[in-house]
């Protein structure tokens, strides 16, 4: 059986920091795309950021309203990824989904596995 579980979401101010963690199990950890999503009620899930890991190369992409501000990574060794968040702002204030892929990165919602999210506030 497939698990992800988020955790690390909570209140912050603007211009604060969180780090999300995303705990694997249940599928062979190196060989998918790892990402975060984020959904706020009344719109789409959409894309933040992703890893993915060929050995001796690691490939990321991010949604452009988050690049310079947050960092995704991966570690093999324990099965988890992770999503460093600084300088956030209000309009960061979303319920945060890890999910996996087989295959390559991609911005769409087209993923195989998901967690049930963690919710993140960011007040002004």
């Known amino acids: 059986q497939v698990q992800l579980v988020e955790s690390g979401g909570g209140l912050v101010q603007a211009g604060g920091s969180l780090r999300l963690s995303c705990a694997v199990s249940?599928?062979?950890?190196?060989?998918?795309?790892m990402g975060w999503f984020r959904q706020v009620p009344g719109k789409e899930r959409e894309f933040v950021a992703a890893?993915?890991?060929?050995?001796?190369?690691?490939?990321?992409d991010y949604q452009d309203s988050v690049k310079g501000r947050f960092t995704i990574s991966r570690d093999s060794t324990k099965n988890t990824v992770s999503l460093q968040m600084n300088s956030l702002k209000p309009e960061d204030t979303a319920v945060y989904h890890c999910?996996?892929?087989?295959?390559?990165?991609?911005?769409?919602?087209?993923?195989?596995?998901w967690g049930q999210g963690t919710q993140v506030t960011v007040s002004s």
């Open positions: 999910a996996a892929r087989h295959g390559t990165i991609v911005k769409g919602t087209t993923w195989n596995y």
């Open positions: 890893v993915n890991w060929y050995g001796s190369r690691t490939d990321t």
């Open positions: 249940g599928l062979s950890f190196r060989t998918y795309v």
